[in-house]
């Protein structure tokens, strides 16, 4: 049995026929080395592991603020090593978000690179501390902000690797240690740090693994920031089964044809992105003009994707495994799945399916009572997937994480704030956030279904609805230089009720994203109210 994620690459170390093949190969433009053997990998976590442990790092948070690198996933292996639980952050994190991390983790060190260092000492946050045995926090007179013992990887990867150290601190270890904090979004304006296991993670990758069909041949095309749980997706496949993985540039999103080059120049046949980034992609018509000839596994989730645009995929990749993730990250990332084989109607979404095994999801109504098929309610998830809570709030913690109603013995449950629907196939679907789901004039209404509806209009590429609660007023944005905004309005009043129709349909040139690559909806909405739209 499993208890210790490292215990992947232990394993791939020891049976892999060439240690020296690159497991994770970045940016030639970022800090650090471009490319990471498995050997190295191994060599360079142990080596930071033992340092941690020699400066008496153990069972705490240990921030790791990288640039988006080989390295970066090493230093994460390396706290690991150290017995510890990271904290990722980079720069791409805005400074004050950063700032309330840190004061809510209170890491034992942080992690730096030559890019991200001179960041913490501009900043004020770095201690004055001789090494990190000696770290504690010092705060500063004039601010009062907390300072941060820091080290850079470059410099502790030719640390020594203490076998003794590293086995005793393995020793102490139990499925159940946290491995990682990923903070997400808090509808408060204050982020919230999940903490996941050991446990919840080696159970994730088991059943995700299983249903992409991952092997050593694969080659994933990382999408998502590794400061988020996405990452998980190509991360631990990578380490387990000897793969390779490569940190796409973040810039490349922005050109739909060199990205697929890109794809095409590496080999690439495996993504796990968000699907606007499908949707954009398919959008724009590149599809038309490159296919991503490597591409045999497309996985895709986050959010609606809409079905002109998966059918494009399906068309130019009829051979591929197309599969919808769902699930939170309070529930490890993923928690159901459905293998679309086949092309969908036009304004019909995909099946979430079915949860991953040792998962389990009910829909409870407002009352805590389970929904019959067809009926809408809240999507709960119960299983080992489910995430320790909330660094530091046990009150948030209690609040989504409670009593399953249906069980007399102690069972969790988390609830999603999602609603979703189970047909009478088995099938679940996803039918919007709950603070997506609008009431209107005695109308329930979800924005998703709006979404849904203008994104097969035709020429339109891509859809986000957003409700100004002070005005009580539903904006549709669309990008589509070809769509224009008569056709758009006459096709949704030509398809939808009255009272769900939008007060307000706006073409933009770009629909913004968050640093996951989801839809922005914050950003829309402020940039709304505040007369950016004309």
Not at 207 to 215: E, F, G, P, R, Y
Request: hydrophobic share 40%; charged share 20%.
């Amino acid at each position: 049995m499993m208890i210790n994620v490292l215990e992947y690459l232990e394993q791939t170390i020891k049976n892999i026929a060439d240690p020296d093949k690159p497991a994770f190969i970045g940016n030639a433009l970022a800090q650090g080395n471009e490319a990471l053997t498995f050997r190295q990998l191994y060599d360079m976590s142990r080596s930071c592991g033992s340092y941690l442990i020699e400066n008496g790092i153990n069972k705490q948070p240990v921030a790791v603020f990288m640039e988006k690198s080989p390295d970066m996933i090493a230093a994460f292996f390396g706290v690991v090593f150290g017995g510890n639980y990271y904290v990722p952050l980079d720069c791409d994190i805005p400074a004050f978000r950063i700032r309330m991390i840190l004061k809510a983790v209170n890491p034992s060190l942080i992690i730096c690179d030559d890019v991200t260092a001179p960041l913490v000492r501009e900043w004020g946050l770095e201690s004055s501390g001789e090494s990190a045995a000696d770290r504690e926090p010092i705060c500063n007179a004039a601010d009062g902000e907390q300072k941060y013992q820091t080290v850079k990887f470059c410099e502790i990867t030719s640390h020594l690797a203490d076998e003794k150290a590293l086995a005793a601190a393995r020793a102490k270890a139990i499925d159940t240690d946290p491995l990682y904090v990923v903070f997400t979004s808090g509808s408060t304006g204050v982020p919230k740090g999940v903490v996941a296991s050991h446990r919840n993670v080696i159970d994730y990758i088991e059943n995700l693994s299983a249903v992409l069909k991952i092997d050593s041949g694969t080659v994933f095309g990382n999408q998502s920031p590794l400061y988020l749980d996405a990452c998980l997706k190509e991360i631990y496949p990578t380490v387990k089964f000897g793969a390779t993985t490569y940190l796409i540039p973040k810039s490349l999103f922005m050109f739909p044809l060199k990205l697929i080059e890109y794809i095409n120049e590496h080999k690439i046949n495996t993504v796990c992105w968000v699907s606007s980034s499908l949707s954009l992609i398919a959008g724009v018509g590149a599809l038309g003009i490159e296919v991503p000839r490597s591409l045999c596994r497309i996985a895709f989730g986050g959010e609606v994707f809409a079905a002109k645009y998966y059918n494009q995929w399906r068309e130019a990749l009829p051979e591929a495994l197309f599969v919808h993730l769902y699930g939170p990250t309070e529930a490890t990332g993923m928690s159901a799945y459905y293998v679309a084989d086949r092309t969908l109607k036009d304004g019909k979404s995909i099946p979430i399916g079915t949860p991953f095994a040792n998962t389990d999801i009910i829909l409870l109504d407002d009352n805590g009572e389970l929904c019959k098929d067809g009926e809408i309610g809240e999507i709960c998830i119960r299983g080992a997937g489910l995430t320790l809570g909330y660094f530091g709030d046990p009150d948030k913690t209690a609040a989504s994480f409670v009593q399953n109603p249906l069980s007399p013995f102690p069972d969790t449950i988390y609830k999603t704030g999602d609603l979703g629907r189970r047909e009478k196939d088995g099938n679940l679907y996803y039918i919007s956030r709950r603070d997506l789901q609008i009431k209107l004039m005695g109308h329930r209404i979800e924005l998703a279904e709006i979404e849904l509806l203008a994104a097969s209009c035709e020429n339109v590429e891509l859809t986000c609805a957003v409700f100004d609660g002070k005005s009580n007023k539903i904006i549709l944005f669309y990008m589509g230089k070809d769509a224009s905004r008569a056709s758009l309005k006459a096709f949704l009043k030509a398809n939808l009720p009255r009272y769900m129709l939008p007060h307000t349909v706006i073409q933009i040139g770009d629909i913004p994203r968050t640093s996951g690559g989801k839809l922005d909806r914050t950003a829309l909405l402020e940039k709304y109210r505040s007369g950016g739209f004309g």
